[in-house]
């Protein structure tokens, strides 16, 4: 025999359970997680991800990353990029394009890094009068 008081409990729990899901996922979704965890990268990771970004990005996007082969990829250029998008242009590449995937050869938390990088205009890690 089905007991029915128990299941319209457990039914009026997932409801509110979703909504904080939701709202967890939306909340976060722009924002890259490096943002949340910046300690997670020491400071000398951080400054070889910032050598990384500027010389192997900069031979296609520009050694200043106002564009070349690729786009340009300093904070102006990127503002109405999501960061989940760069996130995955940068994890998985552009395919029959010069973009390589870089997923095997860092992290998460570093290509959170580079994201928060070339999103933050406050980083000052990227000059665009450099």
């Not at 960061?83 to 998985?92: F, R």
Request: aromatic fraction near 6%; proline fraction near 7%.
């Amino acid at each position: 025999m089905v007991n029915h008081s128990s299941m319209e409990k457990r039914s009026a729990y997932k409801p509110s359970v979703l909504l904080l899901a939701g709202f967890l996922c939306l909340t976060l979704s722009g924002t890259p997680s490096s943002w949340l965890v910046a300690d997670e990268l020491d400071a000398e990771r951080q400054t070889e991800l910032l050598y990384l970004l500027k010389q192997d990005c900069g031979s296609c996007h520009g050694m200043r990353l106002k564009g070349g082969l690729g786009p340009p990829l300093l904070p102006s250029a990127l503002k109405d990029k999501p960061a989940a998008y760069i996130t995955q242009v940068i994890s998985k590449g552009i395919l029959a394009s010069a973009m390589p995937p870089w997923e095997n050869l860092l992290s998460v938390d570093e290509i959170d890094y580079l994201v928060y990088l070339l999103k933050d205009p406050e980083s000052n890690l990227l000059s665009e009068h450099d």
